[in-house]
């Protein structure tokens, strides 16, 4: 799977992060909106661009790997095509999410953070999305599944190839 | 743009919006028909009725007499999609694609508005507009008085709702220390949690002399179960602006930072675009609406910590690194982001800053009770009928919002505790139900105001569990700087997961109790010192639950997963 990462397959995204990178050359204090960028593209942070980003913002890798890690936005690995949220705000946990949870964990047969085997699902659980009323929630790719409940979560999957 | 531009403009934008104003339509409009479009919404589905609104205008020749808007959001996110229709603010609830026909044919052509998609309430008393929703009628809305109700990106728009008047005033009749005392004497709290006073806050920072100085804008909402902000920065991005920018003048700073956090796509978006129109307009930029004083603002979007929201934690995430609170003083009034002064405030306590300008520190003051002025937004949630944002004067009683807002509880269950604060807050039980809520009385209640969070609990959850659930939280997002936070937290929850599990021993409450008091007194920064707090307080109310897992091994609610427990009802 690490040739995926900064292959000759995605020439534009390449080029897009090779200008992102150099916008911020030697800038510290960009950190953050590099590595989003980078996430963003590519969905995660390739250990290669890592190390890049820290020569040309000039910050030590330890940090950069620092930030890597804090960040819930951050993935190291490469993740699905299609990116689960389950919202675990207050309203959503009183109002069932565990059950969805669980259920999820099932049919998915990954926990919270993890990349199915087909790499079709990534799931994680996220704290509030601010749509309390309409709880429990879950979003596929951000789009927004209100109300969920156990037995509707076969459905909601199956519409994602 | 000028002074007087800005006057001319407020002209005739409020002409423009009189419908919406409660005036007589000046414009050619004869109707406003406005699509909620705040998260909520969104959710529901919104865009698909907006869509099939503006073919069917269009369809229907209407486009030259009906003016549609999509706004931010209106406050009850439960009966989302929302569609008003002004003048008159009729709310239409639930709409759906397939109902535009007869809000279009009934009332946009034939003026007559379409009861089926009016609000009932339990009674089943027709409320069809928003001053006859039960939802609405002791709401107060000065942080929230935009959302909902203009274009949030539309320059116009704000405008006409006097956007923009307030920075007038401040930059053409008033010194900075002026515009401090104002603040100050309308006796406005941070909104964030902590709830210092704003005013006080400011002045510390003019105080500070230095080549430079830096305004930010909270916008780090981490609080599971609340989403004000949000909701302030995606429906009424301007009044942020413009008040971080009467902020910058009264404290002698040029530049803004407004942190937003990621999970709010919306938000970003919105501010973006406002930010953009407000440079073009000279509202933002180098001397603003003429005068010498120049001011900027950038975005800086949050990765995902709720431990960001702490403000040194929160410059040291804008800084591009690890957002890790550091030990205060120095505060960051005198050294902040990049070690200069900053200010950093709430969303909605900036929401409250243009009309404190433009209407006085006096009538502010006069709202609230005792030290807890103005209004708060609470993000009313959980199992309550009416779930939304509700906006009220502080000292409001809980049962007021939970049964007269709120609807009551829903499926008829009993109400047995509101949870304020999020993960630093506390419950409060049915016994207080008549409680006030303001900052005072519910830290007498072992509870906080907070962000705004009020999760309405019912007897079908288990007090245990939802503080297993806080701790979680917490623990998960600990930043891992402090040993007391870092580890106490964790060895806090492995006890909750045992009792919660039937697995609980003698002894186990006074060792929580004991280590919440440890790491309230040792931990580095407000998140470490608070997170105790919902072990703590449902303790307080509910030991007997805590004693039924532990002695008996039974949840009482039966929503912990005891091997061989019975369900008992409570």
């Not at chain 2, 409320?127 to 809305?141: A, C, G």
Request: a negative charge; one cysteine or more; glycine letters at 10%.
């Amino acid at each position: 799977m690490g040739a995926g990462c900064n292959c000759n397959c995605q020439p534009e995204v390449d080029k897009k992060i090779e200008s992102l990178i150099s916008q911020h050359r030697g800038n510290p204090n960009d950190l953050i909106v590099v590595m989003a960028g980078i996430q963003e593209a590519l969905g995660y942070l390739p250990k290669d661009l890592m190390i890049k980003v820290a020569e040309e913002l000039c910050v030590p890798l330890t940090d950069v790997y620092g930030v890597a890690t804090f960040y819930a936005a951050f993935s190291l690995r490469p993740r699905g095509r299609h990116s689960i949220n389950l919202c675990l705000g207050t309203a959503c946990y009183v109002k069932g999410a565990p059950e969805i949870q669980a259920e999820l964990e099932k049919q998915l047969k990954i926990k919270p953070g993890d990349t199915t085997e087909d790499r079709r699902f990534s799931f994680d659980v996220v704290r509030c999305l601010g749509a309390c009323g309409i709880a429990p929630v879950m979003t596929i790719d951000g789009e927004v599944h209100p109300r969920m409940t156990p037995d509707k979560v076969a459905e909601v999957l199956a519409k994602y190839e | 743009m000028t002074f007087q531009e800005l006057e001319q403009l407020r002209i005739t934008a409020k002409e423009a919006l009189a419908a919406r104003l409660g005036g007589a339509p000046a414009d050619e409009y004869k109707y406003h028909v406005l699509v909620c479009g705040g998260t909520g919404c969104h959710s529901s589905g919104c865009q698909a009725v907006a869509d099939a609104l503006e073919k069917a205008i269009e369809d229907n020749g209407l486009k030259n007499s009906i003016k549609l808007v999509q706004t931010g959001c209106i406050g009850a996110c439960q009966l989302g999609p929302v569609v008003m229709v002004y003048p008159g603010a009729y709310h239409y609830c639930n709409v759906k694609p397939e109902d535009i026909s007869d809000i279009v044919n009934d009332h946009l052509k034939n003026d007559k508005f379409v009861e089926r998609l009016c609000y009932k309430n339990d009674k089943g008393e027709l409320q069809p507009t928003v001053p006859e929703m039960d939802f609405f009628k002791k709401q107060l809305k000065i942080a929230l008085r935009n959302c909902g109700l203009i274009d949030p990106v539309s320059f116009e728009e704000y405008v006409a709702v006097d956007g923009f008047a307030a920075l007038a005033k401040v930059l053409k009749d008033m010194t900075p220390q002026q515009v401090i005392d104002e603040v100050k004497n309308a006796g406005l709290r941070g909104r964030g949690g902590a709830g210092f006073p704003t005013g006080l806050k400011w002045q510390f920072m003019a105080n500070e002399k230095a080549d430079q100085k830096y305004v930010i804008c909270n916008g780090d909402e981490g609080d599971p179960g609340a989403f004000m902000d949000n909701a302030v920065l995606t429906g009424d991005p301007f009044s942020v602006i413009e008040a971080m920018t009467i902020c910058g003048y009264a404290t002698g700073a040029s530049k803004g930072y407004a942190y937003i956090r990621l999970e709010y796509p919306l938000a970003i978006k919105n501010f973006k675009k406002a930010l953009e129109i407000a440079r073009e307009k000279g509202m933002l930029g180098n001397n603003i609406l003429g005068t010498d004083f120049s001011f900027d603002i950038e975005i800086r979007e949050g990765a995902g910590a709720f431990v960001c929201g702490e403000e040194t934690a929160l410059m040291a995430s804008t800084e591009g690194r690890r957002g890790e609170p550091r030990p205060r003083p120095p505060f960051p009034a005198a050294s902040g982001l990049y070690n200069k002064p900053s200010n950093i405030n709430n969303v909605e306590t900036w929401a409250n800053i243009c009309p404190i300008i433009n209407k006085g520190a006096d009538w502010y003051a006069g709202i609230g009770v005792g030290k807890s002025k103005g209004t708060k937004v609470f993000a009313l949630a959980g199992k309550v009928v009416n779930s939304g944002l509700v906006e009220v004067p502080l000292g409001i009683t809980l049962r007021e919002v939970v049964e007269e807002i709120g609807g009551g509880i829903a499926g008829g269950k009993k109400f047995k505790a509101a949870q304020t604060g999020g993960p630093s807050g506390g419950c409060i039980p049915a016994e207080h139900f008549d409680t006030s809520l303001d900052y005072e009385t519910l830290a007498s209640l072992g509870s906080i105001v907070g962000s705004g969070g009020l999760i309405v609990i019912d007897e079908d959850n288990c007090m245990v569990d939802l503080a297993k659930f806080y701790l979680g939280f917490t623990q998960d997002e600990s930043c891992g700087k402090c040993t007391p936070c870092r580890i106490g937290t964790k060895r806090m929850l492995e006890i909750m997961e045992r009792i919660t599990k039937g697995l609980g021993r003698e002894g186990d409450i006074e060792l929580l109790e004991e280590m919440a008091a440890m790491i309230k007194q040792s931990a580095l920064c407000g998140l470490g010192q608070t997170a105790p707090n919902p072990i703590l307080s449902t303790l307080k109310y509910y030991r007997a639950e805590y004693e039924a897992h532990i002695k008996d091994k039974v949840c009482p609610a039966g929503i912990c997963k005891i091997r061989g427990a019975k369900k008992t009802t409570s």
